[in-house]
């Protein structure tokens, strides 16, 4: 790589995109497809994210530039997203459903790209294996992503699951004894089905497997539709 000109190690897209790179030795096969074909290693899986996934992302470039994510840019961001289907989105998530415009463009975000492929992901693998899916959700985390942004706010939004599981630079985040509840489940969830391929235990509630997530928030962990919760019946119907 040292031998590269700068030409040639910077991206050839002319925007960011976070592809996948298959076709080689290492992961011959789209993941996606050999998901659905069944060509993976039929283990048990712990699958899941974080309710609020963009919100840390779009704070972030409202950050940087305040004029990006704006009631006047909404219909642009969706059309150059969605194409030919930005008006049926708009009309799923119009901007009189959300307090601003950054907020409407994180659920967009989050339900189209995060949530709802990472349930479809869970049920490709449940076909076939044991699956214990979650959902993070605790809508006051540590803000471990440092934005700032009033009109979103972090909730549970990406990274912020972390100082449940972990010490960061060495220091506990969690101030209250209810997060800290939680942490100590989810560290208990974690390391059990590290051992055993079977999350739960003793003094836990009971985290049944298959694709329904289990929710993880302090004083209610329950098993949820996200599926209604992130819309994933539209987006099913809605190419990009």
Known sequence: MRGKTTAELLPHSPSFADHLAYGTRLLPRDPAVALRAGAFAHVPVLIGGTRDEARSFVAGAIQYDPELITARTYPRLLKEAFGRHAGRVAARYPLSRFPSAGLAWATVLTDASWACSTLAGARDLAARTTVYSYEFADEDAPNVNGLHVPDVPQGAAHATDLPYLFDLGGRDLLVNRERKGLARTMVGYWS?????????????PRWRPGTAPLSLAPGAIRTVDAAAEHDCGFWATTAR
């Open 192 to 204: 059990a089905f590290a051992r055993t391929g079977d999350p739960n235990h003793r003094g836990a």
